[in-house]
C-alpha cells in the first residue's frame, strides 16, 4: 500500500496543525506492506517526516492559497493517480480538499469548522469544503466535539473517526532542575514566576483579551509577582490585544512572544506556574495536553473541546466571566494542595494519549479505504 500525505495547508510547521503533522510523520516507517510519500510546496521538502527516510513529491504552485485551492480542486486526484497512491491522507482537511475522489482520500478535520467559516458558512468557499468532506471515503476528527460540528453541517455520521493527538513524553515531562529565578530560553529570558498561555492570537473566541482583564485584576488583587506570557503567531485579533495590553496596570509583566519554536515548548511550559486556557471553541487543545503532561496545571475554558480532552485535571471557568478567569488563577497560584492534585492527575491521565496510537489509528482507517 502506498499512501499519499497532503502538507498544504500546515503552515509549513508554524501552526497547531503543522505541529500535528510533525509529530505524525515522524511515526511512519516504511515497511514491506506500507511506503508513505509526502507531497506539497518545495519548501516544505524537510518539515515533516525527513528524519524517517519519508520521500518528498514537490508541487510546482505560488505559496498562495488561492492557488493551492485550486490545484486540489483540479489536480489533487491526477497527481494521486501519477504517483500510485492507494490512498490519501489530506492533513489541512478543512481547508484543502478536492470536490470529489478518483483516489480514496481521508480528510483530517483539525478545527471546528462552524467557527471557521462562522461569517461565510453558507458561501461558496464553505460549501465546497464540505462537499469535499462529505464524498471524502473517510473523515478523522481531533475529538468528539469537532465530530458532532462535522455532523451537525451535514458530514455522514458513518464516515467519521475520533483520532485523538498523541504526547511526545520524551519531551513533555516534569522538570525539577529549572533555575528559579529566570528560564533562559533562546531567544528569550523569562522571569519566573509566569502563566503562560500558547495559542495563535487569531480571533476573539481565544478571548486574550479577557484573559489580560482578569490578570489585570489578579496581579491589583494578589499582588504576587507572576508574569503573563502570550505565545503564539500573531493574527487578526493582534491589536485589540496590543491594546488591551496597553490599558492595563500591569502591562510591564504581560509580554507577548510572537512564534515560539516548537522545540522550546517543553521548557517553558516545564517552568510555568500554571496554563491558563481560554479559547472557547477548541477542536484539539493540544497545549492544554502537553501542559498537562509537563506537570504543571492547567485552567481552561468549559467550552469546546477542553472538558474532554483534559477530564478532571484542570480548573474550568466560564471565558466570558473575567472574573471566574481571576479565581481560576488564584486558585493555581496558592492553592498547594490542589496544584499537587492536578498536577499528579494530569500526569497519569496523559499517559493515554501517544503519537504511537495516533499513527496506528491512522495507518488503520487509510488500509481500510484502500483496500476497498
Not at 510547521?13 to 510546496?41: C, I, V
Not at 498562495?64 to 500510485?84: D, G, I, P, T, V
Not at 455520521?157 to 519531551?171: L, M, Q
Not at 482583564?213 to 491589536?239: C, M, N, P, Q, Y
Amino acid at each position: 500500500m502506498k499512501i499519499g500525505i497532503d502538507t498544504f495547508g500546515c503552515a509549513h510547521g508554524k501552526s497547531g496543525l503543522g505541529s500535528y503533522l510533525s509529530s505524525l510523520s515522524a511515526q511512519l516507517k516504511n515497511t514491506d506492506e506500507n511506503t508513505f510519500e509526502l507531497f506539497g510546496s518545495e519548501i516544505d521538502r524537510y518539515t515533516y517526516g525527513a528524519e524517517n527516510g519519508l520521500t518528498y513529491s514537490s508541487v510546482k504552485l505560488p505559496d498562495n492559497r488561492s492557488y493551492e485551492k485550486f490545484w486540489h480542486y483540479a489536480f489533487a486526484n491526477l497527481f494521486a493517480r501519477k504517483h500510485k497512491y492507494n490512498a490519501v491522507l489530506y492533513a489541512a482537511g478543512a481547508r484543502y480538499l478536492p470536490l470529489f475522489y478518483t483516489v480514496p482520500g481521508v480528510a483530517v478535520v483539525y478545527d471546528v469548522l462552524s467557527e471557521m467559516y462562522a461569517s461565510e458558512i453558507l458561501e461558496s468557499k464553505t460549501m465546497r469544503i464540505l462537499i469535499g468532506l462529505k464524498n471524502a471515503s473517510r473523515v478523522i476528527a481531533a475529538s468528539h466535539f469537532i465530530r458532532k460540528d462535522l455532523i451537525k453541517l451535514g458530514v455522514p455520521e458513518e464516515k467519521i473517526t475520533v483520532i485523538y493527538n498523541g504526547i511526545n513524553h520524551s519531551e513533555f515531562y516534569p522538570r525539577e532542575d529549572l533555575s528559579p529565578n529566570l528560564l533562559d530560553i533562546k531567544p528569550f529570558a523569562i522571569k519566573r514566576p509566569y502563566f503562560i498561555y500558547p495559542s495563535q492570537i487569531s480571533s476573539s473566541s481565544k478571548k486574550h483579551v479577557e484573559l489580560i482583564k482578569a490578570f489585570t485584576i489578579f496581579k491589583e488583587k494578589t499582588r504576587l509577582e507572576h508574569r503573563l506570557v502570550l505565545t503564539g503567531t500573531e493574527g487578526d485579533s493582534i491589536e485589540d490585544v496590543k491594546n488591551a495590553i496597553m490599558e492595563s496596570s500591569c502591562r510591564q509583566d504581560i509580554f507577548i512572544t510572537g512564534f515560539f519554536p516548537h522545540e522550546s515548548f517543553p521548557l517553558l511550559y516545564a517552568g510555568s506556574d500554571g496554563c491558563i486556557f481560554p479559547s472557547v471553541n477548541e477542536g484539539v487543545g493540544l497545549p492544554v495536553l502537553e501542559s498537562l503532561a509537563a506537570g504543571i496545571p492547567v485552567a481552561c475554558s468549559d467550552a469546546g473541546a477542553l472538558p474532554e480532552i483534559a477530564g478532571d485535571n484542570a480548573v474550568y471557568f466560564n471565558s466570558d466571566d473575567i472574573m471566574d478567569i481571576e479565581k481560576a488563577m488564584e486558585k493555581l497560584a496558592l492553592d498547594n494542595i490542589l496544584r499537587k492534585k492536578l498536577k499528579e492527575g494530569g500526569i497519569e491521565w496523559t499517559k493515554r494519549f501517544s503519537w504511537e496510537k495516533t499513527a496506528e489509528k491512522t495507518i488503520e482507517v487509510l488500509s481500510e479505504v484502500a483496500a476497498r
